[in-house]
């Protein structure tokens, strides 16, 4: 093994070798971030029975993870630019390892919304660690791929937020299965801070090795006010902002809060099956956001294929609040449940948007701007869906659980749908090619 603590040893091949360990690290730690994503679909009605939650005050408890996420962005970002990725990994996995650990033990609701604050405060910059990481240590060239790879990757984790953890939660508890993700983390944590290092140059100066990506702005005298005012001065980002503002918080409102009860309530069937739904969601999502990705680096443009992917969820959310009847037949949720992964796939392009727009050496603070419009779609449109179905509900209570009517459901998808051609009319008018209007 690389003995990471002599850099001077270290050969340029080796630490190319190396930059994908390290980097395996930053993406298992995303990995975690995404099973708490969606992890309450699975144990929503738990909770609701427990706590004697309606649905704005479960739809709250989910979104409490994305206010952090919203709050960070910005100051976020600009820590990972000033901190580094190696610093911010330690710091963000022992903070979500705490909040996991707190919903394991919470004895009331206040306790939940606690963890998941914690939660939402670590993993509100773990993905722009990843695209800082991946700006000092992979060529410009490859950035949507490598973004696209990470989400690949990562997205497992909403797998294992899914099924997996319907099977753990009836096996040991939900309460326990949250502990034993707090200490996995723990261990995640500390290892990255072992492994990672923030550039090539930190291993060895004689690396012979440069991103044509990212220079470390460390030293330099910009503030971070001027430099969080400089970003939301530029008229290139708020175009990707925009479409991550209409599209992921539908996606989670979907595949990570409400999809589960829609499929039991409304066509009978158990949790277990209605969770293949959302593996089916989050497969569409994980391997959708390479191949565009891939595709955008390939034939040059990012507007063409995000202009495709938001088409694939103004469809999704056109069909459940539009079909005749109300009720889709039930086998076309296989088909829909890839689309609209499909669909949100689309907020991976922002990235590479935004980074086009920046100087080097910026990456966190832009990357963070455009994320910030995904957070804040999920912190309004999570709590907006639950108080939609309330407005809705007929009274039905089913072992201490809200049960919302076929209709209640179909408003809150057309309430998706407005967001969605929302975001279709942010991708459609992004211009690309224009020239950088962020000056260092």
Same mark, same amino acid.
């Given at each position: 093994?690389?003995?990471?603590k002599k850099?001077n040893?270290?050969?340029?091949g080796?630490?190319?070798?190396?930059?994908?360990?390290?980097?395996a690290?930053l993406?298992?730690?995303?990995?975690i971030?995404s099973?708490?994503?969606?992890?309450f679909?699975?144990?929503?009605?738990?909770?609701?029975a427990?706590?004697?939650l309606?649905? @704005?005050?479960l739809g709250?408890?989910a979104?409490?993870?994305?206010?952090m996420?919203?709050?960070m962005?910005?100051?976020?970002?600009?820590?990972?630019?000033?901190? %580094?990725?190696r610093?911010? @990994?330690?710091?963000?996995g022992?903070?979500?390892?705490?909040?996991s650990?707190?919903?394991? $033990?919470s004895?009331?609701?206040?306790?939940?919304?606690l963890g998941r604050?914690l939660?939402?405060l670590? #993993?509100?910059?773990?993905?722009?660690?990843i695209?800082? $990481?991946q700006?000092?240590w992979?060529?410009?060239?490859?950035?949507a791929t490598m973004?696209?790879?990470?989400i690949?990757?990562?997205?497992?984790?909403a797998?294992?937020?899914?099924?997996p953890?319907?099977?753990?939660?009836?096996?040991v508890?939900?309460?326990?299965?949250?502990?034993?993700? #707090?200490?996995?983390?723990?261990l995640?944590?500390?290892?990255?801070?072992y492994f990672v290092?923030?550039r090539?140059?930190?291993?060895?100066?004689?690396?012979?090795y440069q991103?044509?990506?990212?220079?470390?702005p460390?030293?330099?005298?910009?503030?971070?006010?001027?430099?969080?005012?400089?970003?939301?001065s530029?008229?290139?980002l708020w175009?990707p902002?925009?479409m991550?503002?209409?599209?992921?918080? %539908?996606?989670?409102v $979907?595949s990570?809060?409400?999809?589960?009860?829609?499929?039991?309530?409304v066509?009978?069937?158990?949790v277990?099956?209605?969770a293949?739904?959302m593996?089916?969601?989050?497969?569409?999502y994980?391997?959708?956001?390479?191949?565009?990705?891939?595709?955008?680096?390939?034939?040059?443009?990012?507007?063409i294929?995000?202009v495709?992917?938001?088409?694939c969820?103004?469809?999704?959310?056109l069909?459940l609040? !539009?079909?005749?009847?109300?009720m889709l037949p039930?086998?076309? $949720?296989?088909?829909?449940s890839i689309l609209?992964?499909v %669909?949100?796939a689309?907020?991976i392009l922002?990235f590479?948007? !935004?980074?086009?727009?920046?100087?080097?050496?910026?990456?966190?603070?832009?990357? !963070?701007?455009?994320n910030?419009?995904?957070?804040?779609?999920?912190?309004?449109?999570?709590p907006?869906?639950?108080?939609?179905?309330?407005?809705?509900?007929? #009274?039905?209570?089913?072992e201490?659980?809200r049960?919302?009517?076929?209709q209640?459901?179909r408003?809150?998808?057309l309430?998706c749908?407005?967001?969605?051609?929302t975001a279709?009319?942010?991708?459609?008018?992004?211009?690309?090619?224009e020239?950088?209007?962020m000056k260092?």
């Open positions: 093994m690389v003995d990471l850099p040893n270290m050969q340029p080796s630490i190319m070798r190396m930059r994908w360990v390290m980097w690290f993406i298992i730690l995303h990995l971030t099973f708490h994503r969606v992890s679909n699975v144990v929503a009605d738990l909770l609701t427990e706590f004697r309606t649905g @704005a005050g709250n408890l979104a409490a993870y994305t206010y996420y919203v709050i962005q910005i100051p976020g970002g600009l820590l990972v630019d000033r901190l %580094g990725p610093r911010i @990994a330690l710091l963000t022992l903070a979500m390892a705490a909040g650990i707190i919903i394991g $033990f004895p009331n609701a206040g306790l939940v919304f604050l939660i939402g670590g #993993g509100s910059v773990i993905l722009i660690n695209f800082k $990481f700006a000092a992979f060529r410009a060239s490859d950035f973004s696209g790879l990470a690949l990757i990562s997205g497992s984790g797998l294992l937020g899914a099924t953890l319907a099977l753990s939660v009836n096996l508890g939900w309460r326990t299965s949250f502990i034993f993700v #707090g200490l996995l983390t723990i995640v944590a500390l290892l990255s801070w290092r923030n090539p140059q930190d291993c060895s100066p004689d690396a012979g991103a044509e990506s990212d220079i470390a460390e030293s330099s005298p910009v503030s971070s006010f001027k430099i969080a005012s400089i970003v939301f530029n008229r290139r175009m902002f925009i991550n503002l209409g599209i992921f918080g %539908g996606f989670i $979907f990570g809060t409400w999809g589960v009860s829609y499929l039991v309530h066509y009978g069937i158990n277990e099956q209605a293949t739904f593996v089916l969601a989050y497969l569409g994980m391997v959708g956001a390479p191949i565009a990705g891939w595709i955008s680096d390939r034939i040059g443009s990012r507007k294929p995000a495709i992917l938001v088409t969820s103004v469809v999704f959310w069909l609040a !539009a079909w005749p009847g109300g039930f086998g076309l $949720f296989y088909g829909l609209l992964g %669909g949100a689309s907020t922002s590479p948007m !935004a980074r086009e727009s920046s100087p080097p050496g910026y990456t966190g603070s832009v990357t !963070a701007a455009v910030l419009g995904v957070f804040l779609g999920l912190a309004v449109l999570q907006l869906f639950g108080y939609v179905l309330d407005l809705g509900w007929d #009274g039905l209570v089913l201490g659980a049960i919302y009517p076929l209640a459901y408003y809150g998808f309430v749908l407005l967001f969605a051609l279709l009319a942010a991708a459609l008018n992004y211009r690309e090619g020239p950088n209007t260092p």
